[in-house]
């Protein structure tokens, strides 16, 4: 009978017709805001804060959040994830394999019957999104929120995807990644001789506002646009922004038009908090990762530095306003860990603030050992623990399904243009295999039924 049930919700929400949910109720609104220190480990966080404050200074911003947890990262084909499949491990409560952007490519090779990702739902139900990285837009870690392609090295097809199918509302970043683009499954956007032309001319046509630079940006918030695309590379093609050194070194430059990770996350928060069903933003420091690939402590310092900055950002506007700490949930959670990095010294005396730490390296690739989550807001109280980066995906549903009196995720407002396949094909083919158990999880604890 919960198959049938299940599947004749599955049915409604395909054509449309799934009873919109009351608007009003509580007058409340829900916002999660996740925010990503890409490759990042305990030990890098040590090192950044005895570097700003001294080790018996004052915490950083994100080690003020109230709930603190630890996640294991695996992927489904690797004990060592990739940023990949640990972000759709996010996004669906699923693992996948290292290289895949929320899709089983397996079963399903040109990711045609795929369950929406976090953010799908979160549009679904009517409220604005956003993704602002520094690395490329199309990079993984914001893929796997809103495109489905089997590989990350898409990266074309994967920002069509945000403006014809996922329709993400805010996308700040620095540019698009061309040099891996090999996907020919995809021919629109293999097509393209010039693809970051090309989408440009479609995120037009879209309805969004293009920019490429700081001054731009503010200019279209002054106006009141609502669909912004801004892809700032002024570091140099295909490397995605500027790295933000001068926080560890003042004598160093930063491109005057440039936003810098908290501008950005300034502009998104500016935009998106005019939605009246609230919003879903991914913020995530992609150079964190970069710099300890290649074991560049001064880089990952600045990095996390300027990601920390970006939460300050966050938390000051939480504080802005009554009633938004008790809506908003925060995670800070990074997808892996890079470079093993150890603090070895100095040995027999304090480091002082402005004062590097002696590191040592175990590599220059991503390690397996688990990453700690931050969080505070509603949700959070599941995140307190030992668990698996899947549950991260369940901590989201609190927020989601019990905002503003609404009994259901899917508004009816603007339905996603691939469930009529993904959710009904999926259901059919479950029942017809006589198992639900894969999929149900995300029809079950309040997504669909109560």
């Known amino acids: 009978m919960e198959r049938l049930m299940i599947l004749i919700g599955l049915i409604m929400i395909a054509a449309g017709v799934l009873p919109q949910a009351a608007e009003g109720g509580s007058g409340q609104r829900s916002n999660i805001i996740f925010m990503v220190p890409d490759g990042m480990g305990l030990a890098q966080v040590t090192a950044a804060r005895i570097f700003r404050n001294g080790p018996d200074g004052p915490p950083l911003a994100m080690e003020t959040l109230e709930v603190i947890g630890c996640q294991r990262t695996h992927s489904a084909d690797s004990t060592v994830t990739d940023s990949a499949a640990a972000a759709s491990a996010w996004a669906m409560g699923e693992k996948f394999n290292n ?13 045609r019957n795929q369950l929406p990702t976090i953010l799908e739902m979160a549009k679904a139900r009517g409220k604005a999104t956003g993704l602002v990285v520094t690395s ?147 913020v995530e420091g992609s150079r964190i990762d970069w710099s300890s690939h290649a074991n560049d402590l001064r880089g990952q310092i600045a990095e996390t530095l300027a990601f920390d900055e970006a939460l300050k950002v966050v938390l000051g506007w939480v504080a802005a306003k009554p009633g938004r700490k008790e809506t908003t949930l925060i995670i800070v959670a990074p997808d892996h860990e890079t470079g093993g990095l150890a603090i ?107």
């Open 99 to 111: 290289g895949e952007l929320s899709c089983h490519s397996g079963a399903d090779p040109f990711c």
């Open 136 to 282: 490329q837009i199309s990079d993984a870690t914001p893929a796997a929120f809103a495109a489905h392609v089997r590989s990350r090295r898409c990266e074309a097809e994967i920002v069509r995807q945000y403006l014809e199918a996922a329709e993400v509302d805010v996308i700040l970043g620095g540019g698009l990644g061309q040099r891996r683009d090999s996907c020919p499954d995809y021919p629109i956007s293999f097509a393209w001789p010039d693809r970051q032309a090309a989408l440009l001319r479609l995120a037009r046509t879209k309805g969004y506002q293009t920019v490429a630079g700081k001054a731009a940006l503010h200019a279209t918030i002054r106006e009141g646009k609502v669909k912004i695309l801004g892809m700032f590379e002024q570091n140099r093609r295909d490397k995605g922004k500027t790295p933000e050194m001068f926080r560890v070194d003042a004598s160093l430059g930063y491109p005057e038009d440039e936003p810098t990770l908290a501008e950005m996350t300034t502009a998104a928060l500016t935009v998106l908090e005019k939605d009246a069903d609230g919003f879903f933003l991914l």
């Open 344 to 450: 070895n010294g100095p040995d027999g005396r304090l480091a002082q603030a402005g004062e590097f730490i002696k590191e040592g390296w175990a590599g220059r690739g991503h390690s397996a050992t688990d990453t700690i989550i931050r969080s505070q807001g509603p949700g959070s109280d599941q995140l307190g623990k030992a668990v698996d980066n899947t549950d991260i995906y369940r901590s989201w549903q609190t927020p989601l399904v019990f905002d503003a009196g609404k009994s259901t995720v899917f508004s009816g407002r603007r339905p996603l243009r691939h469930i009529d396949v993904s959710f009904v094909g999926i259901a059919l083919g479950a029942i017809e295999n006589g198992d639900m158990t894969d999929h149900s999880n995300h029809l079950r604890g309040g997504f669909l039924f109560e």
